[in-house]
């Protein structure tokens, strides 16, 4: 037993309140290493009374390590505990401060989870579960009306550059909204609308007010209330990391440098602001001389971004906030951010735009979820890179899963391709199989699953500018393919609850292999996800009951022998099956 590999905190993604009721304790082990693992649990005022050993089972693993959960309801929302490990008839007790081959005579020197407070408890929103997101850039969506164009504006569907307009607006996403619906998408997130001069308009010019291109906050009211009479959330992009050159503040400190009274908005190092070399003498997103970094730890600066937060949800009735570069943001700022947006709408969904690991905000205090990058990336290599194998693609999502408490996981937000990446068709190289196996499993997947704009129409495009092309609204140039595969994955999700709040295991990973088998439960409901990523037909055998199960996408009905469920895919097939009762 190699208790060097064995950890465990009583804190953050190891021990931690899932609801007012549960507790869920995690331990980590070599890989391969133990055989059974007990959490040995109990009340610390009535130890004698109530100490039982919970089995734990293996929830998931990654290259290195397996991590081992339990959960405990217990009759007074507190718990001291410990473990017991097994490795065949090698027993080790663990406590707080060592291992030792006794039990422990008394529980003093367990671990201890004190009591479920109720604010302590983490709770994102319980619709983002159920949520399918699509991702609108609306210079770039449809422009809906023309009056509101920009100087300059060019013909819709040309190639676009870092510099040029189209006339995408929020009238033009009203208009299509219907195209929406029929997709299946219940929430929208928006790149930045707020008045800013470039096309993207993360350099905001002023945080109070709707683009002038875009419309203005009745357009914007408008645009929300069509959304919710349709069932569609609506999440805007607040960018409190940095302003645009163009925000009165900033004009003020440009114009009169160490006499401004909003010099202490910005993180200068020396008068007069300049720039020297391609850097900037003040702090800015990316050395980006037109996007300073704000001092959120300002008094004045965090009122008014506090005030910004707290006024779109109630004057429009937005459904929470995107947040751009949020690891730059001090967390003080966070955690007040929090406490403002909750308190104007306790179901707001706040999404953090973090692109690593991102335990530091997901403790219940800040973000309700992050972007999901890494598993962007795990399912990029596997599916359309091929750089990683089947074994190495479910360890990176076994570490992924690994790292944050479950209901992190439940709403995580899990996209293939945005406004800052090249588009997926064209990461493919064209190749819609490869495009459908990942897409598949983003939505039968823990999380919730987002689609860029367009993506479901066939449309490709590099890196940016290339990833923010218009819209293509002609029918005879859409892919309707593809838009009716994602109608089946959207109706598939939201037919069945075991994909969006079921436990997840991987039942076939195999070193070197190019398929993967995993299954998604919740109570009754068994789904089974089968997918082949090999230019060749293979054959999945998987022990499971002996029952018939149903094809997802045929209705086609299947039957185990034996215990054993064979069933051959052509070159990258996919299927997903439910056991029928």
Not at 165 to 178: A, C
Not at 240 to 248: C, D, I, L, P, Y
Not at 437 to 451: D, E, K, N, S, W
Request: aromatic share 14%.
């Amino acid at each position: 037993m190699l208790l060097e590999a064995v950890y465990h905190r009583p804190r953050l993604n190891w021990s931690y309140a899932y609801d007012y009721e549960t507790i869920h304790l995690r331990l980590r082990a070599k890989k391969g290493d133990l055989t059974e693992v007990f959490a040995w649990a109990g009340d610390k005022y009535a130890w004698d009374t109530t100490k039982e050993l919970i089995p734990m089972k293996l929830f998931t693993s990654d290259a290195m390590f397996d991590y081992w959960e339990c959960e405990s309801v217990p009759l007074y929302r507190r718990l001291k505990y410990g473990f017991l490990l097994q490795k065949g008839h090698e027993r080790i007790w663990m406590t707080e401060s060592d291992f030792q081959t006794e039990r422990p005579a008394n529980p003093n020197r367990l671990f201890e989870f004190p009591y479920i407070n109720r604010g302590d408890v983490f709770t994102p929103p319980a619709w983002v579960k159920d949520a399918i997101f699509y991702q609108i850039f609306p210079e770039r969506f449809a422009n809906g009306d023309p009056s509101l164009n920009p100087e300059n504006v060019q013909p819709w569907g040309g190639t676009p550059t870092p510099e040029n307009f189209f006339g995408g607006d929020l009238q033009g996403v009203i208009d299509h909204l219907d195209h929406l619906t029929e997709l299946g998408i219940t929430g929208i997130y928006f790149t930045p609308i707020f008045a800013g001069t470039t096309n993207h308009k993360y350099d905001t010019e002023d945080y109070m007010k709707v683009d002038p291109h875009f419309g203005d906050v009745e357009t914007l009211k408008k645009l929300v209330s069509a959304c919710h009479e349709r069932g569609i959330r609506v999440l805007l992009d607040a960018v409190f990391n940095h302003s645009g050159r163009t925000f009165a503040p900033f004009v003020d400190v440009l114009e009169h440098g160490e006499n401004s009274r909003y010099k202490d908005w910005f993180h200068v190092r020396e008068f007069p602001l300049q720039v020297v070399d391609n850097i900037p003498n003040y702090d800015a997103f990316s050395f980006e001389p037109h996007m300073p970094k704000l001092n959120t730890e300002n008094p004045e600066v965090k009122e008014y971004l506090l005030k910004v937060a707290e006024y779109w949800i109630k004057e429009v009735g937005i459904d929470g906030w995107r947040l751009d570069v949020a690891n730059e943001v001090d967390h003080g700022f966070w955690r007040e951010f929090r406490k403002v947006v909750k308190a104007a709408n306790p179901e707001a969904y706040i999404l953090g735009e973090i692109w690593h690991e991102s335990a530091p905000w997901l403790e219940g205090d800040k973000f309700d979820a992050v972007m999901n990058y890494p598993f962007t990336d795990a399912v990029l290599d596997f599916f359309i890179n091929g750089s990683l194998d089947a074994e190495a693609f479910a360890n990176a999502i076994g570490k992924q899963l690994s790292r944050y408490p479950l209901q992190a996981s439940e709403v995580a937000f899990n996209l293939l391709d945005s406004h800052d990446t090249a588009r997926l068709l064209t990461l493919a190289g064209g190749d819609k199989k490869k495009f459908k196996l990942a897409a598949l499993f983003q939505f039968t997947f823990m999380g919730t699953p987002c689609i860029y704009y367009g993506d479901e129409v066939g449309l490709d495009g590099d890196n940016d500018p290339g990833c923010r092309k218009c819209m293509e609204w002609d029918p005879t140039k859409q892919d309707h393919d593809l838009f009716s595969f994602y109608q089946k994955l959207i109706s598939i999700r939201t037919s069945h609850p075991s994909l969006r709040s079921g436990s997840f295991k991987f039942l076939e990973a195999g070193r070197g292999g190019s398929k993967i088998a995993f299954e998604r439960s919740l109570g009754d409901e068994i789904i089974i996800v089968l997918m082949n990523t090999e230019e060749t037909a293979q054959t999945f055998r998987l022990g499971v009951e002996e029952r018939s199960w149903e094809n997802l996408f045929t209705g086609d009905s299947l039957r185990a022998e034996r215990g054993t469920l064979s069933v051959k895919l052509p070159a990258y097939g996919y299927t997903a099956i439910k056991a029928v009762l």
